[in-house]
């Protein structure tokens, strides 16, 4: 029931692309300033890459937000709606889930707002540094995934 148009849309979604550029900005601005919601897929700024770190989601809409003076409704992690559904969806509570990533800012909030175990995996984002200067705590710190027990 979802229709990708570029007439009169909705709503402008912006995630994480290599192909983003400024046409892409100007036609979202354009779409919102005529009525289109804003809706990002993430609050990430940073995202890791083999390369380093590198533009994410937030950094894409930013443009879009400052331009036109709307704030994007994010519906990827922290937000509460997407946590809840995913539980929904896999019929688990949550004292029976885990939320493993490598953010302190969005995935270990994710987890301690949604009552998950939270398990920080160091080879992302996320420095030691970091986990010892923020205010929260997850559960268990790894140095990667590869550490994730079976």
Known sequence: GITLTDTNPDYVVV???TSYNYDNICRAVHHVFRGARLI?????LT???EQGIVPAC???VK???????????YIGKPNPLMMRTGLNMMGVHSNE???IGDRMDT???AGIERGLDTVVVLSGVTSR?????VPYRPRVILGGVGEIPG
């Open 129 to 133: 540094e970091e986990v010892d200067r």
């Open 47 to 49: 995202g890791p890459t």
């Open 40 to 44: 990002a897929t993430n609050p990430d």
């Open 107 to 109: 995935d270990m909030v």
């Open 97 to 99: 889930a885990a939320n």
């Open 58 to 60: 937030r950094a894409l």
């Open 15 to 17: 995630g994480e692309a």
């Open 63 to 73: 443009p879009i937000e400052m331009v036109t003076g709307q704030e994007a409704y």
